[in-house]
């Protein structure tokens, strides 16, 4: 429905007070319609001499979530946000802006060049521009900094986090916190300053929050941050917007971010990041469920308080959901509350949380050695050893204690979540909610859907993921659901380069110089090689791995072997000193042995190609595992991968790289693999359809 610009601002008034009410579904963002109707609704507030002062208003409890991402790359139409805070600057009648729900990029930059903000208490602020590739745009890299300092600005614009009402006033960005209605506060706060007579507070005109800044706080985050920020554009612009607002007049300062902000736009990470904000909340949706309703989750039981069992609780518990926590060992049970306890008190050390927020969600997690507490729970989730048995032995006693309906989960990573399912009657209620470590930080979270899950237990576990704040994409069932099997399909093929003359770190120093924050094998070391050399014991015990097979390189069992198990024990891929990591000659000479073994002549592989058969190998597993049903979509991998396992997010995840390189372009690659390497080589499907027809993924 296309909304008319009187319908997209509505315009009433109380008490000499003009209320302009924005409603713009679905979140108020400053389309068009919104745009032309504010410019339409503030010059009818200035004309209307019943009138002394102006509120802003968002319907639906929010304020306005920014510009219209969807307007992005087209042709603008309408009046620009410029123009209206131009107007809302210079009115002669006070003018209030009043936050509810989000003000986010250009909502809190048009709140901005209000002369007031008032906040509902619940109300979240913020400019998160640089989650999309760009920074704000409509003037707010020069009044924030104008308004709170540049320290302040730098933390806020390059973090992108939203804020919360008290603290935006701490700060000075919003003028007054209500927990009453936020319309009726800033009505009231419009009519004081109305009574009392300009003229207005202008943030632009301020320099008080400037003057004299030291321009060692640039250099230093620029030197903080460049490996973070190595191939992206948004972060260095905004450094250099705020850094301008602190030397520029308003005027070139505007000019200056409105340059920025271009350079920002055409550069292909807004085109990426803008693909992964669409796709994160395409990933939530289950195809073919309309109508299917979630059922509400008001406790959850968890069983197994170790590392995964303990993150897991406190990602649910901060979202304010009562959790059970069970382990049949008393010493287990509180250790797993010691870590707890231990995690909170660092991040309200650190200022990520407050110790309110802290003591509040540590409260709402009971402990107990007794299944019997868990019986009226909505959702069990299991996470314990990675043991079939083990499993069994907790879903039966869970099948027998848990009330009907009650949706009961496996943390498992890899194993088949029908046999775990059939050691329940319930196999309709059963779910794999797959965490990432450490589970309350990681963002990703792999619903695994079992051939007898119900549409409802998905619905539920995917509605269940959002509210905890984590990312929820549905896999199928197959082993390693989608990230972990295209980790173990990328594996091989460096595993493969190491045999035939790379080298652990050469492989290493191309992903990271890609993108990536730690290569392959530093990541092994990290994860323990004991733990993967078990994995891949049961794999050869069951005939899924042939340890003997030419493409098999034994180097991780050798190494292993050797009593090295990465980080843990100081050596690995790498030897360790602390953190430091540095390549060991002893696991060259080791792959020169196996080379030899294998009847290989080691040679020198390019980056190049090391760079395109490790993604070429994660672009065809990930159209492999579309193509399949595991994935719903090609843009899942992307938020898969962008959000557990690394993927340079300014490139949009592997499926978007693919398909900017050019699909055929990646079949060409594959298909001249494939001729080297019959067995280890064969292009997807979808991947060959797709590079034909010429329509990118979704056809
Ligand atoms: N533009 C267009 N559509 C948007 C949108 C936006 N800004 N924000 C959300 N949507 C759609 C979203 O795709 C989904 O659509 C529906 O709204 C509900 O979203 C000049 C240039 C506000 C916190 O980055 O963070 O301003 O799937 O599921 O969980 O400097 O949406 O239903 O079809 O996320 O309640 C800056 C982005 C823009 C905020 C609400 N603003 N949005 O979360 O709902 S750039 C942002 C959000 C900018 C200026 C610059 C969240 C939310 P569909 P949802 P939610």
């Not at 704000?136 to 973090?159: F, H, K």
């Amino acid at each position: 429905m296309v909304l008319s610009p009187d319908q997209a601002v509505r315009y009433d008034v109380r008490n000499g007070v003009a209320v302009l009410t924005i409603d713009f579904p679905p979140v108020n963002a400053l389309g068009a319609p919104m745009r032309e109707g504010m410019m339409l609704r503030l010059e009818q507030a200035r004309e209307d001499e019943g009138v002394d002062a102006i509120v802003l208003v968002g319907a639906n409890d929010r304020f306005i979530a920014g510009a219209d991402i969807r307007e992005f790359g087209k042709e603008k139409v309408g009046p620009s946000l410029e123009s209206i805070q131009e107007a809302l600057e210079t009115s002669v009648k006070p003018v209030v802006a009043a936050i509810d729900g989000h003000a986010l990029g250009g909502g809190l930059e048009t709140a901005l060049a209000a002369p007031f903000r008032v906040a509902a208490s619940r109300a979240k602020l913020g400019l998160p521009e640089i989650n999309l590739g760009l920074l704000p745009g409509g003037g707010g890299t020069q009044r924030l900094t104008r308004l709170i300092g540049p320290e302040g600005a730098l933390d806020l614009i390059l973090s992108g986090r939203h804020i919360a009402a008290v603290e935006a006033l701490r700060l000075g960005i919003v003028d007054e916190v209500t927990d009453g209605d936020v319309t009726e506060a800033a009505i009231a706060f419009a009519r004081a300053k109305a009574a009392k007579g300009g003229p207005w507070p202008i943030i632009l005109e301020r320099t008080d929050k400037v003057t004299g800044t030291d321009p060692k706080i640039f250099e230093d985050v620029r030197a903080k941050n460049a490996g973070k920020w190595k191939g992206m554009v948004a972060p260095f612009e905004i450094v250099n917007c705020i850094e301008a607002a602190c030397h520029l007049g308003p005027v070139e300062g505007l000019e200056f971010e409105r340059a920025a902000f271009w350079r920002c736009s055409d550069a292909p990470s807004r085109e990426a990041q803008v693909h992964l904000f669409f796709s994160e909340r395409a990933a939530a949706k289950v195809d073919g469920t309309k109508g299917v309703a979630a059922k509400p989750i008001r406790s959850v039981g968890i069983v197994g308080a170790g590392t995964m069992g303990s993150g897991i609780a406190m990602a649910i518990a901060n979202s304010g959901i009562e959790v059970t926590l069970l382990d049949s060992a008393k010493g287990a049970l509180d250790a797993g509350m010691e870590r707890i306890a231990k995690n909170y008190a660092t991040s309200v050390a650190r200022g990520s949380r407050t110790q309110d927020a802290a003591d509040k969600a540590l409260a709402l997690i009971e402990t107990t050695p007794d299944y019997a507490a868990l019986a009226n729970a909505d959702l069990v989730i299991e996470a314990v050893f990675e043991d079939m048995g083990i499993k069994h032995e907790v879903f039966r006693r869970l099948d027998a204690v848990c009330k009907p309906g009650a949706v009961l989960a496996s943390n498992t990573s890899a194993l088949d979540i029908d046999e775990i399912a059939s050691a329940t009657g319930r196999p309709q209620d059963v779910i794999g909610l797959h965490f990432f470590s450490p589970a309350n930080v990681m963002k990703l979270l792999e619903v695994v859907r079992g051939d007898h899950a119900s549409p409802e237990t998905v619905v539920t576990a995917m509605a269940f993921a959002k509210r905890i704040g984590k990312q929820p994409v549905l896999a199928g069932n197959c082993f390693g659901f989608i990230g972990n099997r295209i980790l173990h399909r990328y594996g091989e093929e460096a595993d493969l380069l190491l045999m035939e003359g790379a080298t652990p770190w050469q492989i290493d120093g191309v992903l990271k110089e890609f993108g990536f924050p730690m290569g392959i094998y530093l990541m092994r070391d990290m994860a323990g090689l004991d733990v993967s050399y078990r994995v891949r014991r049961n794999k050869a015990a069951t005939g899924a791995l042939n340890l003997s097979a030419d493409t098999y390189n034994p180097i991780a069992d050798r190494i292993c072997e050797n009593g090295d198990h990465g980080q843990k024990t100081g050596e690995g891929y790498y030897a360790y000193v602390g953190r430091n990591a540095s390549p060991r000659p002893q696991v060259e000479a080791m792959l020169a042995e196996i080379s030899r073994e294998k009847g290989i002549e080691r040679k020198a592989i390019s980056d190049e190609e090391v760079l395109w058969r490790i993604l070429a190998a994660i672009v065809n597993e990930g159209a492999k595992i579309v193509e399949e049903g595991i994935a719903q979509r090609a843009s899942d991998i992307d938020v898969a991968y962008a959000h557990g396992y690394g993927f340079p997010k300014y490139r949009g995840g592997p499926m978007f790289w693919a398909a900017q390189q050019g699909l055929d372009t990646v079949l060409t690659k594959i298909m001249e693999y494939q001729a080297r390497y019959p067995d280890r080589w064969q292009p997807s499907d979808l991947l060959a359809d797709r590079a034909a027809t010429g329509k990118g993924w979704e056809g």
